[in-house]
């Protein structure tokens, strides 16, 4: 079974910036290994849906992001190391959620990257609090 953990969330001041990770584990699964997937970020606030941060091809050569975050985040993966990694510049209150890794589909991130169905194996999540 292919589990997800996060790590690196935590308490910042606005402008401030965190570097989220996600290590996956119990790959390969079912034949398939941590490079055959697109990876995606998603995040979540109390009474609000989960939405899709950010998304990164099977061997990072193409991201997508949410519009609130562009030119902000950025999204990275290493996969000798199994890693996703998150990097938050410029931090704002509205950034605070609870951010969630998540494997979203094989090769490449699909139109649709953003809708939360999309995606399987889901870590615990991380909270992100931005102070203002």
């Known amino acids: 079974q292919v589990q997800m953990v996060e790590s690196g969330g935590g308490l910042v001041q606005a402008g401030g910036s965190l570097r989220l990770s996600c290590t996956a584990s119990?790959?390969?699964?079912?034949?398939?290994?941590?490079?055959?997937?697109?990876l995606a970020w998603f995040r979540q606030t109390p009474g609000k849906e989960r939405e899709g941060v950010s998304c990164?091809?099977?061997?990072?050569?193409?991201?997508y992001y949410t519009d609130s975050v562009k030119g902000r985040f950025t999204i990275s993966r290493d996969n000798a190391k199994n890693g996703l990694y998150l990097q938050m510049n410029s931090l704002k209150p509205e950034d605070t959620a609870m951010y969630y890794c998540?494997?979203?589909?094989?090769?490449?991130?699909?139109?649709?990257?953003?809708?939360?169905?999309?995606?399987?194996?889901w870590g615990q999540g991380t909270q992100v609090t931005v102070s203002s």
């Open positions: 998540a494997v979203h589909q094989f090769g490449s991130c699909s139109s649709s990257w953003s809708a939360p169905a999309r995606a399987k194996y």
């Open positions: 119990g790959l390969p699964f079912d034949g398939y290994e941590f490079d055959d997937y697109s």
């Open positions: 990164i091809n099977w061997n990072g050569d193409s991201t």
